[in-house]
């Protein structure tokens, strides 16, 4: 039952990912909870589940004209500053504080979802 669970946790991770939706979120969630893994090492499974998933995500949607380049690269420079600050604070935030933030942070996510009114994105309107 649990290599089932497993396999379920996998592929929603992957939809969400792939959609960008932070499929993430779903790996740590069940890999923390429902495992009793240790968050670091939820992390790191985390980052090695996403890699091959972001690369095929990415080739379909640059495929699909559906990436900004000019918009990414400006990300991707901050992303790589944050990822770098972020693995050094990692020596110093005890693992029980960081694992209370993320549920925070993923916690006032889902309020923020659930109560946002959001204009229709200009995909979405019919042409």
Same mark, same amino acid.
């Given at each position: 039952?649990?290599?089932i669970?497993?396999?379920?946790?996998a592929?929603?991770?992957?939809?969400?990912?792939?959609?960008?939706?932070?499929?993430g979120?779903i790996?740590?969630?069940?890999?923390?909870?429902f495992? $009793?893994m240790?968050q670091?090492?939820a992390q790191?499974i $985390?980052l090695?589940?996403?890699?091959p998933?972001a690369?095929?995500?990415?080739l379909?949607?640059?495929?699909n004209?559906?990436?900004?380049?000019?918009?990414?690269l400006?990300m991707?420079l /901050?992303g790589?500053l944050g990822?770098a600050l972020? /693995?050094?604070s990692?020596?110093?935030?005890p693992t029980?504080?960081?694992s209370k933030c993320?549920?925070?942070?993923?916690?006032?996510?889902?309020?923020?979802?659930?109560f946002?009114?959001k204009?229709?994105?200009a995909?979405?309107?019919?042409s």
């Open positions: 039952m649990q290599n669970a497993i396999w379920i946790a592929f929603l991770s992957a939809v969400a990912g792939s959609l960008g939706l932070g499929g979120g790996l740590l969630l069940y890999l923390a909870a495992l $009793n240790e670091l090492k790191g $985390n090695a589940f996403f890699l998933i690369v095929i995500s990415i379909i949607h640059a495929k004209h559906l990436i900004q380049w000019k918009l990414v400006p991707v /901050t790589c990822v972020g /693995t050094m990692l020596n110093w935030i029980g504080i960081l993320f549920a925070a942070f993923l916690f006032f996510l889902g309020i923020r979802e659930l946002s009114k204009a229709p994105d995909l979405d309107k019919p």
